[in-house]
């Protein structure tokens, strides 16, 4: 099956390659869309750093929901589905292919550098990936829709962050067993240099 798929999604993108691409891609199809971006990480994916390639498809994921066509021929069309952009590039099945080629860069990305060092902005060999910082932050995402509560996948998305921003689980394991159980309250005085007390700070 995956084999047939792949076959299929090559034929997909040597007749979608053969065609003018629409200059607005609000215009296409999901199917469409979804081979339209698997050609566009195929072009450029030894031309970018991984996190240079997100932000870009974070960019599409926005222009997709923040807006309509704005052609004059298909402005009584508007009523169509596929005009109103509700899915998400990065979480609905209809993705899957251009999810699987993004995820296989990111992962090589993340390869090529130690965790525990900031990301960079400058140079592009895995050589000085370490001396950058990302151009992926929270502030992006949280403008970008990635996070918050807008869909319930996007809900999901921002508790696996915080997870892993706050608890600094990892892996797909340590977030399968976290549980309400695991997560406790804990309290500490804040005591001045002379004794006074001035209130409490709260931990989990």
Same mark, same amino acid.
């Given at each position: 099956? =995956?084999?047939?798929?792949?076959?299929?999604?090559? +034929?997909?993108? !040597?007749?979608?390659?053969?065609?003018?691409?629409?200059?607005?891609?609000? *215009?296409?199809? #999901?199917?469409? *869309? !979804?081979?339209?971006?698997?050609?566009? =990480?195929?072009?450029?994916?030894?031309?970018?750093? $991984?996190?240079?390639?997100?932000?870009?498809?974070?960019?599409?994921?926005?222009?997709?929901?923040?807006?309509?066509?704005?052609?004059?021929?298909? =402005?009584?069309?508007?009523?169509?589905?596929?005009?109103?952009?509700?899915?998400?590039?990065?979480?609905?099945?209809?993705?899957?292919?251009?999810?699987?080629? /993004?995820?296989?860069? /990111?992962?090589?990305?993340?390869?090529?550098?130690?965790?525990?060092?900031?990301?960079?902005?400058? $140079?592009?060999?895995?050589?000085?990936? +370490?001396?950058?910082?990302?151009?992926? %932050?929270? %502030?992006?995402?949280? %403008? #970008?829709?990635? *996070?918050?509560?807008?869909?319930?996948?996007?809900?999901?998305?921002? =508790?696996?962050?915080?997870?892993?921003?706050?608890?600094?689980?990892?892996?797909?394991?340590?977030?399968?067993?976290?549980?309400?159980?695991?997560?406790?309250?804990?309290?500490?005085?804040?005591?001045?240099?002379? $004794?006074?007390?001035?209130?409490?700070?709260?931990?989990?």
């Amino acid at each position: 099956n =995956i084999r047939l798929r792949n076959l299929s999604l090559n +034929d997909n993108e !040597n007749n979608l390659s053969k065609r003018l691409y629409r200059s607005d891609p609000l *215009l296409y199809r #999901a199917d469409e *869309l !979804n081979t339209a971006l698997c050609l566009f =990480i195929k072009e450029i994916r030894d031309l970018y750093d $991984g996190d240079s390639i997100y932000y870009l498809c974070l960019g599409i994921q926005y222009y997709l929901r923040e807006n309509r066509p704005l052609s004059s021929t298909t =402005i009584n069309r508007l009523n169509e589905g596929h005009f109103y952009r509700t899915e998400s590039i990065f979480f609905d099945s209809t993705f899957v292919q251009f999810q699987s080629k /993004l995820h296989s860069i /990111l992962v090589r990305f993340c390869h090529h550098r130690d965790p525990s060092r900031p990301l960079s902005i400058r $140079g592009t060999t895995s050589s000085n990936l +370490d001396d950058r910082p990302s151009r992926i %932050e929270e %502030e992006l995402l949280w %403008e #970008a829709k990635q *996070l918050g509560a807008h869909t319930p996948w996007v809900l999901l998305n921002t =508790i696996l962050y915080f997870n892993t921003k706050y608890f600094f689980l990892k892996t797909v394991n340590e977030h399968q067993v976290l549980s309400f159980s695991n997560v406790r309250r804990h309290y500490k005085r804040n005591v001045g240099p002379h $004794g006074e007390e001035y209130g409490k700070s709260v931990y989990l």
